[in-house]
């Protein structure tokens, strides 16, 4: 079991170097095959545009788009030819509005999408529409890297985070290829629910299930001692040193998560290591 297609997409020229250098080795590593979307963003909002504004401004950012997806070919075609794994490199200019559209139709074929935090000082504007596209569109698997930092290749330690839901389930199958070469998977649950169906045994099942690939598992039961669930989340990730931690994504709504915070949200501005979400 192994991740064969994999993609990646870089929308500016001086952004997206550790995506494409992670993609590039899970491909060397899984003997796969790398996608690479490069897109040139119209990042106007036409619809608010001053009064007299004409056609001349809709052209000179298109043609500005252009100019920045040629770049990022350039450089992501010559990066991939020395790497000597198999790959494509698709192109295209998109205006914000219509990007989810692009980003879904390749990953709806993929097997892992490797991206980097949409958040932060030097993140573009379409970077979160790119991870929620994929997640919820493409309906994919999303590798999520912190700025300067990789996936160690196979990664030593996963946490798993499990809370029972149908989200946490289908995050933790789509990251079976990652489990399988780890040398030990920490199955951690918050404070379980005292009458749920696992009440007698939290995590029991699930590490049944995985120990039957042939993956080593060890239940953590942590205390909510702090206000976010993501707080709790990266400490033990200090505590046991883990590489790659697996969770669920959204299960709230969106927009709730966007305006009032969540594990999900939180965790994509806070993770110090790469996470793999699925929905």
């Known amino acids: 079991?192994?991740?064969?297609?994999?993609?990646?997409?870089?929308?500016?020229?001086?952004?997206?170097?550790?995506?494409?250098?992670?993609?590039?080795?899970?491909?060397?590593?899984?003997?796969?095959?790398?996608?690479?979307?490069?897109?040139?963003?119209?990042?106007?909002?036409?619809?608010?545009?001053?009064?007299?504004?004409?056609?001349?401004?809709?052209?000179?950012?298109?043609?500005?788009?252009?100019?920045?997806?040629?770049?990022?070919?350039?450089?992501?075609?010559?990066?991939?030819?020395?790497?000597?794994?198999?790959?494509?490199?698709?192109?295209?200019?998109?205006?914000?509005?219509?990007?989810?559209?692009?980003?879904?139709?390749?990953?709806?074929?993929?097997?892992?999408?490797?991206?980097?935090?949409?958040?932060?000082?030097?993140?573009?504007?379409?970077?979160?529409?790119?991870?929620?596209?994929?997640?919820?569109?493409?309906?994919?698997?999303?590798?999520?890297?912190?700025?300067?930092?990789?996936?160690?290749?196979?990664?030593?330690?996963?946490?798993?985070a499990w809370n029972e839901s149908v989200e946490a389930m289908v995050a933790i199958r789509k990251a079976l290829p990652m489990l399988m070469t780890a040398d030990l998977v920490r199955v951690v649950m918050i404070d379980p629910p005292r009458h749920g169906p696992e009440r007698s045994d939290p995590g029991g099942r699930l590490c049944q299930m995985l120990s039957r690939h042939g993956i080593k598992c060890e239940i953590d039961i942590l205390s909510k001692t702090m206000t976010r669930v993501s707080d709790v989340l990266n400490r033990h990730i200090v505590d046991t040193n883990a590489d790659l931690l697996v969770m669920g994504a959204y299960g709230h709504s969106r927009f709730r998560e966007a305006i009032l915070g969540g594990a999900t949200r939180n965790m994509l501005e806070n993770a110090n290591i790469p996470v793999l979400m699925a929905h």
């Open 1 to 160: 079991m192994s991740y064969k297609t994999l993609l990646t997409v870089l929308t500016a020229p001086d952004t997206g170097k550790t995506q494409l250098e992670q993609v590039i080795a899970l491909a060397a590593s899984q003997n796969g095959h790398a996608d690479a979307l490069c897109l040139g963003v119209d990042r106007t909002q036409t619809g608010y545009y001053y009064a007299g504004a004409n056609a001349m401004i809709l052209q000179e950012t298109l043609a500005r788009a252009q100019e920045d997806v040629n770049q990022i070919e350039q450089q992501v075609t010559k990066r991939l030819a020395l790497s000597g794994i198999s790959f494509a490199v698709e192109t295209g200019v998109v205006q914000m509005a219509d990007i989810s559209r692009h980003i879904a139709q390749l990953a709806r074929f993929s097997d892992l999408v490797v991206l980097e935090q949409p958040y932060g000082k030097n993140s573009p504007a379409e970077a979160e529409v790119i991870v929620e596209s994929a997640l919820f569109e493409g309906r994919a698997p999303v590798l999520i890297l912190p700025k300067d930092g990789q996936l160690k290749q196979p990664p030593r330690t996963v946490m798993v």
